[in-house]
């Protein structure tokens, strides 16, 4: 702990030279969608490339038919785990640029009435800002004991916010050096301003589309209404079937894989105070829907889904027509959770509409992606560390929460690395990430080295 | 019925000369939606009131914004019914002309191998051949008796193949003049060549927009999925919840007003032979949908409905979105039967579905009209007559069958002159009526002009 604390100290000490480096990288345009910017991408490859090889890392700019990675390795001590950091150099384009209070690429550190700071420039939140937290915290180890706590891999993409074309083929050809015990993921949110929150499940998603096919051609109501069979009752039937009067997804075997969250997660989450109400109002709700007896974060960050996306049939233009249609189409996807296997979802999708098709009616499938959900154990020993880390460093206790959505590169590190991650951020809702006038709060930047070198300390004790 | 034998004979000796009329009046080009034919029009008028007026009507054209009407009066015996005769003078266009194997408007009468003959032309089946059946039986009745056995008046429309705008105010403007004690209207089909056919039953419709909102915008399924309300599953729901598991409308009321079909009629409807596979299977079905134990026939001709003409919500591309709508719509008609009150049913629905919401969804409605079912009583003794006098005439007893559609003028008669029709016609279903070579059998000509002769005469005994 004696190191730790020598550590923390020279972060605290070098507070204004780290925010220095910062602006150095947040004045590069690395926008990677646009051409015009590639050699900015570079650059910033460059730069971060440069740093660390000064901090004492092996470091290399990596090029890929796109943007080029940045590699850097970092011995470690013997027995202690490999850890392999991933951030993002590259950041949004900064339309509409009349709306920026200062220059995008011009970062200032301001100062509120209340004494709090930030820095506004595009990327300062998504992602320059949070990578450069590990990136000081390394520094600093390294500037306080000569080495660093455990064997670090650093990864940074330049194509993040452009579809990561290079990603998973870098992955493949780099297989063995990008391997580690586990990905440190620096890209998310804190739960508010004094709780830091760990992710730890991301759901997964299957999309599939159904085309519910009846009679060879569309028909007059007035001769065939009651005769015939229209195709989009049958539709609409199988949808409401999709869930039982509770709530639940009724297709059998949906849930296999889907754990109950454990009690102390679940007495986690009900401590961060938000109400469905609360959650709701924002979008002009009051009732949540889904599985009866579950809050809407449950529902949100540890529930399976069937929605349906979009559904056609028949006339839907102005006006009326008398018309029973040959056809109607749902745009139906799955949010996965646990171990839930995308395939099979979809395998028992299809026998779920299939079972329900009459006799003389067809089902067309098309599927449209299927990724399986992320879920860090709830026990994981690197988890319990990182969260005991992170309650030491903030003023409340580090809360583990969910994502509805997804990050793809957790996704791949899984898949072709056999890689859990770690997700831990410092941003906060109202960073505005991918709009004008981004910021970073100082003390999301300066906790969040503090709290890199606390993580790194805990698990390299381990 | 000495009478009756005599104008049955002249029908048959006079056959020749009255094709020769009816062919000139086929020669008369009165497309009532191509304005460079209004002459036409007008000219088919004034050769129908001619005629009318040397038979001995009291016959008049008479102008209207649109192409003229032509009403003709003539007296029948005291105590006799009053009957109102409804046909039309105009004819579709005649596109595409490369098609007709003869002139549209040069009337032959073909003679196939078999020895049946046909007159071709525009308008020979809709509807010129059709009325003149009937002129032609008052023509046979004053030649041989002086008089006719009811008191007639023959209203002939020039606008029925151009949406009829002048209908509705010259029946109103006419109330008195054009209200008898039935109307008997020739524009229908036979059930087959030997089979005589009264359609007694017309289904009303009402149409009905619903459109249910949740969200106050399109949400993210990632981010809301389970925990937001999807419009799409509740507007599925209650489609799925419009009809119960025996395939019965399920709304509150649907079926007040509703009768049981008379056993006569179901067993004659069962007795045209029309199985539920033969009906479905040309347009690619072989299950019959709507109530179960009822056959096709009798699903169409006498059974309410709950259909959706058309459904959307959501994302309906191509390729895939993962949105939660914040509102779905469907377009829902009920075709209505016997004494079903549109506006009744209109208000039913809405309570059965605003019933079925969530408390944070609202629904919005959009009528698009209401009409209501013409039935005409099963045991009413003018159809007996009529059925009885068709019956003498040809090979097979008549049927009375539905029309799961609907003639507009029909429900006109009904609804501003407070009058019942009588729908006998003799088209047959290759009579190609709005198509190139359209026909009438002779056949149809003939022993329609006789039917009518019977049915005058059995009305006028009453």
């Known amino acids: 702990m004696a190191n730790l604390d020598s550590v923390l100290a020279c972060l605290d000490l070098n507070l204004d030279r780290s925010v220095a480096r910062l602006s150095e990288l947040l004045r590069i345009a690395s926008i990677s969608t646009d051409p015009a910017h590639a050699a900015e991408c570079r650059q910033a490859a460059e730069y971060l490339a440069g740093d660390l090889a000064a901090i004492g890392f092996d470091a290399s700019v990596r090029d890929t038919p796109g943007h080029p990675m940045v590699v850097a390795h970092h011995d470690g001590p013997a027995g202690a785990p490999h850890v392999l950091f991933y951030g993002h150099y590259d950041v949004q384009p900064v339309d509409p640029i009349a709306e920026w209070r200062t220059g995008p690429f011009e970062p200032v550190v301001e100062t509120r009435p209340d004494g709090t700071r930030c820095i506004a420039a595009r990327g300062s939140a998504d992602d320059k800002g949070q990578l450069m937290t ?31 074309p290079s990603l998973n083929p870098f992955l493949d050809a780099n297989r063995a050096e990008l391997s580690a015990d586990v990905a440190l993921v620096c890209d998310t949110n804190m739960w508010d301003r004094e709780t830091p929150a760990i992710s730890t499940g991301l759901r997964g998603l299957v999309g599939e589309e159904v085309v519910v096919r009846a009679a060879s051609r569309d028909l007059h109501s007035g001769y065939y209404g009651g005769a015939a069979r229209n195709p989009v009752h049958v539709l609409a039937k199988i949808i409401a079937d999709l869930h039982d ?15 109950e969250l454990p009690q102390a997660v679940r007495t986690s989450w009900q401590a961060l105070g938000m109400s469905d109400e609360a959650f709701l109002e924002p979008v002009g709700l009051k009732l949540p829907a889904g599985e009866s007896g579950r809050s809407v974060l449950e529902q949100i960050w540890s529930r399976p889904t069937a929605e349906v996306n979009g559904i056609s049939g028949g006339y839907t233009g102005k006006g009326f027509k008398t018309v029973i249609a040959a056809e109607a189409t749902a745009k139906i996807s799955f949010r996965l959770v646990f171990s839930q296997d995308p395939e099979r979802i979809r395998a028992a999708f299809r026998r779920f509409v299939e079972e329900r098709l009459p006799a003389d009616c067809r089902a067309e499938f098309h599927p449209h992606g299927g990724s399986p959900a992320i879920q860090l154990p709830f026990d994981s020993p690197v988890l319990e560390t990182a969260k005991a880390a992170l309650s030491d460093e903030w003023p409340k206790p580090a809360v583990m929460i969910g994502m509805g959505g997804s990050i793809p590169v957790v996704g791949e590190f899984k898949q072709r690395l056999g890689m859990d991650s770690l997700l831990v951020g410092f941003g906060l809702a109202d960073d505005a990430i991918h709009s004008p006038n981004e910021k970073y709060e100082l003390t999301s930047f300066h906790k969040g080295q503090r709290s890199w070198a606390r993580i790194l300390a805990a698990l390299g004790a381990r």
Chains 1, 2 share one sequence.
């Open 134 to 164: 590990f990136i000081e915290a390394c520094r600093a180890f390294k500037a306080e004991t000569g080495g660093l706590p455990c064997r670090v891999t650093i990864f940074l993409e330049g194509e993040e916010e452009s579809g990561s």
């Open 245 to 259: 009067e509770t709530g639940r997804v009724a297709i059998p075997g949906f849930y296999d894989g889907v754990d």
